[in-house]
């Protein structure tokens, strides 16, 4: 294997020559003039792309006085007779040269650059391949945060001022890396992850906190190195307050880690995922939401129950039986009246008394059609229908969770088939 002993270094003010006025000069100016470094070109002729930008030059053909004045030269000309030159320039005194495209010529390499004001990124592959640094460049620019140039800026001004303090600048570097993902997980199955979600959950994250409703098939795929952290709510249940999950967020995040936090379902309905985003964003903490396949649409599906249908619902309402506090809500309860209407009930199971008895008194139909579905799309779903008037009987026949619909939409669970996704992903991969 042929090893090439190089050093990265940053070269302070450096004057530099460049030969040659081609498209492959153009490449080597472009880095000068973005990088603010004095330079001049000698080209015995100039491509038309390098009219638009704004150097000295000369345009003559090289010679080895040219080159009096300069330590450091670009040969960008292709030019075997400048070659010659630069060589007995180098026999001669010392001089660093770059001769492109051509490596073993080369005394130093140009690195493929990210550019934060005052911090600079740069990858080498010591000229074996400019190509492989210039994807690996982009690669960490997507996960570099862009305001490291302004972070950069700040600690400059402030070290000139003699204020240096490395354990604040480490909280706030390590900050800017910091993000929170707020995942919809779907109803339970892998295959009804978004592929989003199911990316982020096998290659992006350092930590995640999961709810009492993700499956161990989804945490199956999170790979070993990920630490789990359960922070799961239920009724009666809490494995931590809301304020102590705001807290664990925020705490893991201003230390630079990608968090994922994951939610049954969709995080922003009925998820308290806006309350998470909300407060993160309020510590500057960045976020981003990941929607998920809600169960008030898959739940219904899996049952065989289309949540709209033509002359028989032409409206949805979605509703939770509950307030903070484990209050019911009644303020609903008049939708069951409305005609071609479907409404769907999100943690009203343990409900079931007083959604009747609220019925009763505001003149419900007690025939109205009435599905109880738990475990929606899990190997242990479980359909019950009826109408309202035997709420109670169907919903102690059930486990959580579970989705209640109601109207005439329930009807074609007798007819349309039922469907459970993890069957689906398992008969794709089988």
């Known amino acids: ?13 450096p004057k ?12 080597k100016i472009k880095v000068l003039l973005e990088n603010d470094i004095e330079f001049f070109v000698i080209t015995e002729k100039i491509c038309a792309e390098l009219i638009n930008y704004h150097f000295n030059y000369s345009i003559k053909k090289f010679e080895k006085k040219d080159a009096e004045n300069y330590n450091i030269i670009i040969n960008a000309s292709g030019n075997n007779e400048v070659k010659a030159i630069i060589k007995e320039i180098k026999r001669e005194r010392f001089i660093l040269v770059n001769t492109v495209d051509v490596p073993e010529e080369c005394d130093f390499y140009f690195s493929s650059l990210l550019i934060y004001k005052n911090l600079k990124v740069a990858v080498s ?52 890396f910091g993000k929170v993902y707020l995942i919809g997980c779907g109803i339970g199955g892998i295959d009804m992850l978004t592929l989003r979600a199911y990316n982020l959950l096998q290659n992006d994250l350092d930590l995640v906190l999961y709810d009492h409703l993700i499956t161990e098939d989804i945490l199956g795929i999170i790979p070993k190195h990920v630490e789990k952290i359960y922070v799961g709510k239920c009724k009666g249940r809490y494995a931590m307050t809301q304020d102590e999950i705001n807290k664990l967020l925020l705490n893991y995040a201003q230390r630079g880690m990608r968090v994922g ?15 998470e985003a909300v407060f993160l964003i309020n510590h500057n903490i960045e976020v981003e939401i990941i929607p998920g396949v809600p169960s008030v649409t898959a739940a219904p599906l899996s049952a065989g129950i289309p949540i709209t249908a033509r002359e028989i619902s032409s409206s949805v309402s979605i509703v939770t039986a509950h307030l903070k506090g484990g209050v019911f809500d009644s303020s609903w309860i008049d939708l069951l ?4 209407h479907t409404t769907i009930v999100l943690m009203g199971l343990t409900q079931a008394e007083n959604i009747i008895n609220h019925a009763n008194k505001n003149g419900v139909d007690e025939y ?19 109408s309202l008037k035997n709420l109670v009987e169907l919903s102690n026949n059930a486990e959580p969770p579970a989705v209640l619909v109601f109207g005439n939409v329930v009807n074609f669970s007798n007819i349309l088939p039922h469907f459970r996704y993890y069957k689906i992903f398992e008969e794709l991969n089988s």
């Not at 690996?136 to 302004?150: A, S």
């Not at 109205?368 to 009826?386: C, D, E, H, M, W």
């Open 261 to 275: 936090r994951l939610k049954n379902g969709d995080p922003f309905l009925f998820g308290r995922g806006s309350e």
């Open 368 to 386: 109205l059609p009435t599905a109880v579905i738990s475990n929606a799309g899990r190997n242990n779903q479980k359909v019950l229908t009826g």
């Open 1 to 13: 294997m042929h090893k090439i002993n190089s050093l990265p270094v940053l070269l302070k003010n």
């Open 125 to 176: 592959s010591n000229g074996a391949s400019p190509t492989i640094t210039q994807i690996v460049r982009d690669k960490i620019k997507n996960y570099l945060p862009t305001q490291l140039g302004e972070l950069a800026e700040k600690k400059f001004l402030e070290r000139t001022a003699g204020i240096i303090n490395p354990d604040e600048t480490k909280k706030e570097t390590l900050k800017l």
């Open 337 to 340: 009246k409305r005609k071609n």
């Open 16 to 27: 530099i020559l460049l030969i040659g006025g081609g498209k492959v000069a153009l490449q």
